[in-house]
């Protein structure tokens, strides 16, 4: 096992993320990836497209390093418009799971005035720790 969820006893069981996470090896950080291509070139102004091109530059950060993303232990949203975020919610989770899996770390979400990129509507940071070898 890479990590061990952690859901303190009498808690409700959140769905989509988790309340904690232990996790032992090599840290990895993934610098905040909005939702443009390798070309820092944005193909769309999509809300989820963004969100889904932003996780697979999130996986291709980690494939750099060495990660998997099992091996995130963290990440937190940052996003322009919160209604587009609620809104979306189905989609976003559709595209989660076809890019990151069924692993669903602790996460945080919050909605800033605006992002450095003009037309990025979301930024996500990711944690990751890469296991010690067995």
């Known amino acids: 096992m890479t990590h061990q969820i952690l859901q303190p006893d009498g808690w409700a ?5 988790s ?8 840290v990895l950080q993934v610098g905040g990836q909005v939702g443009w291509d390798e070309t820092c070139t944005f193909q ?6 963004q969100v889904e091109q932003a996780l697979r530059n999130v996986v291709a950060v980690l494939a750099t390093g060495g990660a ?3 091996h995130i232990v963290q990440i ?7 209604d587009a975020y609620r809104g979306s919610l189905r ?10 899996g069924r692993h669903f770390p602790p996460m945080a979400a ?16 990711a944690l990751a720790v890469i296991p010690e070898a067995a």
């Not at 309340?19 to 090599?26: D, F, P, R, V």
């Open 110 to 125: 919050v909605q800033v005035v605006a992002l450095m990129e003009d037309r990025a509507k979301v930024e996500i940071v």
């Open 13 to 17: 069981k959140p769905i989509g993320y």
């Open 91 to 100: 989609e976003i989770g559709r595209v989660y799971r076809d890019v990151i």
């Open 44 to 49: 769309t102004d999509d809300f989820v497209r």
């Open 19 to 26: 309340n904690g996470i232990l996790a032992k090896g090599t």
């Open 76 to 82: 937190t949203w940052y996003f322009t418009d919160r």
């Open 68 to 70: 998997k993303p099992e």
